[in-house]
């Protein structure tokens, strides 16, 4: 993990912040003393929010200090969708930290080879672990569905030392053909 934010601390109000050019953050857990009001750079956080969602790690330097953080929460400006504010946890190295992680999937391409629909019902895992060892994501590999199979939080690979949270029979994806689809939507 080499992504890293620069934050400032800051006694500015959140909307002096944001006219300032800076999103207005905050930073908070038993990886630091105290509570921390921060701010960051508009563009660095553009940036940083194309690839990385709620769930995702990051170092955030502070002070002269790296922090290990998960990104908690993302607040979006209801009109143009601009982030407004970011809530990061930190942990200290063995305490237990929870979070959902989105799911990618992969091998998608093959299944369309063999005509059938991917039915995705979960794009999140939620999942427990000490913070240097959570994934930012988690791949599942759906190329060798057949028709009718479906892939439940159970079937889930995690790293060692990651536990599942999510309910274990809840189905993350099925795969069907197409005239299945259109079966049960004239039912309905």
Known sequence: ????????ERSESAKKVRRMGYVPGSIYGPGIDRNL?????????NKFLRNHSIGAKTKVKINGNELTCVVKGIQYAPINN???HLEFYTSSDNKLVKVKVPIKIKGKEQLAKRNLVLNTLADKV???GVLKDLPEF????VSSMK?????TMRDITLPEG???LSKEDEVVFTAISPAQT???ELVS
């Not at 028709?147 to 892939?151: S, V």
């Open 182 to 184: 259109e079966e049960s």
């Open 126 to 128: 939620e999942i427990q």
């Open 138 to 141: 988690i791949e599942i590999d």
């Open 82 to 84: 601009k982030p407004i």
């Open 162 to 164: 990651i536990r599942l």
């Open 147 to 151: 028709d009718g199979d479906e892939i």
């Open 37 to 45: 009001d921060v701010k960051f750079e508009e563009k660095e956080v």
């Open 1 to 8: 993990m080499t992504i890293l934010l620069n934050a400032t």
